[in-house]
Every structure is written in structure tokens, then in C-alpha cells.
Nanobody, 115 residues
Framework: QVQLVESGGGLVQAGGSLRLSCAVSGSIVSIDTRGWYRQAPGKQRELVATMVSGDDTKYADSVKGRFTISVDNAKNTVYLQMNSLKPEDTAVYYC?????????WGKGTPVTVST
């Protein structure tokens, strides 16, 4: 089992930056994929960025060049650095970890980007 707790969301003006954190606990040794997803009001949850064990990263086209996913294994924390934020980035951001083929989710942290 894996537990995930996100933090770092908030209100920011367009063009600003935020760094989201996801504290991971539990059976973390067997996690093979960590990721960030988001869900805007009235829309389906979508992938933002993922990192497979090692350095294999994948980003949604809409965030490439602006967002960076990283992992601090010593702190068991996954980060999402978000720069040049746009109003369309407004959403609840969820951390995810895949453990033996099962995806676990945090409760999400809201991000609002104002014009």
C-alpha cells in the first residue's frame, strides 16, 4: 500500500510559479511510476507529467518547457515545478504512484491562476 499527500497549491498570477510537493509513504520500494495529473472544473482528469523509475519522464504537450517533475528519494517526495503559469493551468492537481500495477492517488491540491 502507498499513501500520497500533496501540498503547495494556491493562487498565483499568470506568469508566476508554484512548486507542488507530494510526500510518499508506505511500500515505496516497489513503486515504478510517479506522476502528476490534474482535473479542471467540468473536465476529465488528465496527465501532466510522469517519471518511470530512473529518468524516463513524459509531459503533456500543454506543459512541456514550463513544468518539471522531479523526485527526491531521500525525502520520499515527488515535486512538480510549474513556471510561466497560465489561467488554463487552473485545476486540482493530483499526485499518483503505481505500485504492482495499481495506481494510488492523493486527495489533490488546488491551483488557481488568475489573469
Amino acid at each position: 500500500q502507498v499513501q500520497l499527500v500533496e501540498s503547495g497549491g494556491g493562487l498565483v498570477q499568470a506568469g508566476g510559479s508554484l512548486r507542488l510537493s507530494c510526500a510518499v509513504s508506505g511500500s515505496i520500494v516497489s513503486i515504478d511510476t510517479r506522476g502528476w495529473y490534474r482535473q479542471a472544473p467540468g473536465k476529465q482528469r488528465e496527465l501532466v507529467a510522469t517519471m518511470v523509475s530512473g529518468d524516463d519522464t513524459k509531459y503533456a504537450d500543454s506543459v512541456k518547457g514550463r513544468f518539471t517533475i522531479s523526485v527526491d528519494n531521500a525525502k520520499n517526495t515527488v515535486y512538480l515545478q510549474m513556471n510561466s503559469l497560465k489561467p488554463e493551468d487552473t485545476a486540482v492537481y493530483y499526485c499518483s504512484a503505481r505500485w504492482y500495477g495499481v495506481n494510488f492517488w492523493g486527495k489533490g491540491t488546488p491551483v488557481t491562476v488568475s489573469t
